[in-house]
């Protein structure tokens, strides 16, 4: 911090410092969130609204009683008007939350050529499209570890880019489990390439909090194909020790298989905790992902 002759802060200063770094963020704002609009606007296309007959206490419509219905359902009052019985419905009402996470650790920075995203750039993206779609759809959205409450309004898209701009979040490769509302559900975004223990401990403490989940892997193409040929020194992202391959054809089966082990690994917790588990690279389109992301999360619950 800046001090003047005296040794006291520099105020003055460190304003404009804070001021200047506003401003940096607001310049990137609109470019995150001009792409999240445009990607869930591709997507809304293809889905329907999350309105559901339910128990809640807003009005829905009309309609005629069919063999079947409680006589609970009758809308006396409507049914006077007019020679048909009439029930009325009301809206599903899952007073749900969404809380969002996407891994910001040093391995998302990757991206094997120029012209591709990288890894976080893109579970950037799916975050804020994501988040564009629930809350047009009602929904309450918030970021986990943000410590800020769900809330579901403009102001809310602007505070999430903000929040994932900052980068301030904990760069962990999985997310602290944090005390959240039951019912609730949960998005993890990231390359979930961590042990596949870490990510069951992870996903049981929270789907044994009653949350439903959702787990988004995001990969480089380069990630999956290993497409490399003769020697190469891999050097690792998150302080590993570089691993030099004499040929690195010699392995590609090997590693390929190791891959689609761990892919399968994840699939199968996401199963056994009644989770879904999207896979996405970043040289596809990101609707492709989102569209499969937002599905599943208007499922109804399986219990």
């Known amino acids: 911090m800046a001090r003047d002759p005296i040794g006291k802060p520099d105020l003055a200063a460190t304003a404009l410092r804070a001021q200047h770094r506003s401003e940096a963020l607001a310049a990137r704002l609109p470019p995150l969130l001009v792409a999240a609009e445009r990607v869930a606007a591709t997507v809304a296309q293809g889905v329907h609204g999350r309105r559901r007959v339910g128990t809640g206490e807003t009005f829905w419509q009309?309609?005629?009683?069919?063999?079947?219905?409680?006589?609970?359902?009758?809308d006396w009052r409507q049914s006077g008007k007019t020679q048909p019985v009439f029930v009325r419905e009301n809206e599903w009402e899952a007073a749900q939350s969404v809380w969002l996470w996407h891994d910001s650790s040093s391995s998302?920075?990757?991206?094997?050529?120029?012209?591709?995203?990288?890894?976080?750039?893109?579970?950037?993206?799916?975050?804020?499209a994501l988040a564009v779609l629930l809350v047009r759809g009602g929904e309450r959205v918030a970021l986990l570890g943000s410590?800020?409450?769900p809330s579901g309004n403009?102001?809310?898209?602007?505070?999430?880019?903000?929040?994932i701009l900052e980068d301030t979040l904990p760069k962990d490769g999985l997310p602290r489990v944090e005390p959240l509302p039951r019912h609730a559900q949960v998005v993890l975004i990231g390359d979930l390439l961590s042990p596949l223990p870490d990510i069951h401990k992870t996903v049981a403490a929270l789907s044994g909090?009653?949350?439903?989940?959702?787990?988004?892997?995001?990969?480089?193409?380069?990630e999956e194909t290993l497409p490399f040929d003769g020697r190469v020194e891999f050097e690792g992202m998150e302080g590993e020790d570089e691993l030099l391959i004499p040929r690195v054809e010699a392995v590609r089966q090997a590693y390929m298989e190791r891959l689609e082990a761990h892919r399968d690994g994840l699939a199968a917790l996401a199963r056994a905790a009644g989770w879904s588990f999207v896979t996405h690279r970043t040289d596809r389109p990101p609707q492709t992902a989102l569209l499969a992301l937002y599905g599943a999360i208007a499922q109804e619950p399986t219990s």
């Open 147 to 149: 410590g800020l409450p």
């Open 154 to 163: 403009k102001v809310t898209l602007n505070r999430l880019a903000m929040r």
């Open 209 to 222: 909090r009653g949350l439903r989940g959702h787990l988004v892997q995001i990969l480089d193409p380069a």
């Open 62 to 74: 009309y309609r005629r009683y069919e063999i079947g219905d409680s006589a609970t359902m009758i």
């Open 108 to 128: 998302m920075d990757y991206r094997s050529v120029q012209g591709l995203p990288t890894k976080k750039e893109r579970a950037e993206l799916l975050i804020m």
